[in-house]
């Protein structure tokens, strides 16, 4: 079976720089992605990770590391919108993305 | 110019009724699906389809029934609605060409809640 897993919900301040994890176990891997859900929203694609390494898009940047079976989504200089919903998700070539749990991130004045 | 539209946004309805949500991408993807998005706001797959075939039914009860008219278009019936089936209902498309490059664009979501 698929398994991933993140924390249910993370508090950061304005400003400041925040990592939410995530873990998996899937048959099959072919890359991490990283989605944003706002309240009552659609999920949006933030970033993708096929390879080992980080990937910098602005003030979010994505980690994977293939042999620990772990990525991370970092976002730096939170501002009041980045509090949203993020979701891991893994594209296991099945042609449909398994998503995590995802982490509630809130972001405090 | 929405690029996945689906409808209606809101559905509120009796157990044992039948209802249908629509979908449609604009994108030109060969690709899409309706995933289940519950309280929790697990996001779950149910249906994938690829160029109006489909490819993956993650065994979901047979009183849901998707059809993709042509390759834009994948509608969600629903037979016999139970309680448990209250929850938001994403469509969503992708050209999903090799894997590993799948990016999914979806749909605002049909929040659908069973009295």
């Known amino acids: 079976g698929q398994s991933l897993e993140q924390p249910s919900e993370v508090t950061a301040v304005e400003g400041a720089i925040v990592q939410i994890n995530c873990t998996y176990q899937?048959?099959?891997?072919?890359?991490l992605s990283w989605y944003q859900q706002h309240d009552g929203g659609a999920p949006t694609f933030l970033s993708y990770?096929?390879?080992?390494g980080l990937e910098e898009t602005g003030r979010f940047s994505s980690f994977l590391s293939r042999s620990d079976s772990y990525g991370y989504l970092l976002l730096q200089e939170l501002q009041m919108k980045d509090s949203a919903s993020y979701f891991c998700?893994?594209?296991?070539?099945?042609?449909?993305?398994?998503f995590g749990s995802g982490t509630r991130l809130q972001v405090q004045p | 110019d929405t690029a996945v539209s689906q409808t209606p946004k809101y559905l509120v309805t009796q157990m044992g009724n039948d209802k249908s949500i629509k979908c449609e991408q604009n994108?030109?993807?060969?690709?899409m699906y309706w995933y289940k998005q519950d309280s929790k706001k697990f996001l779950k797959i149910m249906f994938s389809?690829?160029?109006?075939?489909?490819?993956i039914n993650e065994t979901v009860p047979n009183r849901f029934s998707p059809k993709s008219p042509d390759k834009a278009h994948l509608n969600l019936h629903i037979n016999s609605l139970e309680l448990g089936d209250s929850a938001v209902y994403f469509c969503?498309?992708?050209?999903?060409?090799?894997?590993?490059?799948?990016?999914?664009?979806f749909g605002a979501g049909s929040r659908l809640t069973v009295l």
């Open positions: 998700a893994v594209d296991t070539g099945r042609r449909a993305l398994t």
């Open positions: 990770n096929g390879l080992d």
């Open positions: 994108l030109g993807h060969d690709t």
């Open positions: 969503a498309s992708s050209d999903a060409g090799e894997p590993g490059a799948n990016v999914l664009t």
């Open positions: 389809y690829n160029n109006k075939e489909l490819i």
């Open positions: 899937t048959s099959g891997f072919y890359g």
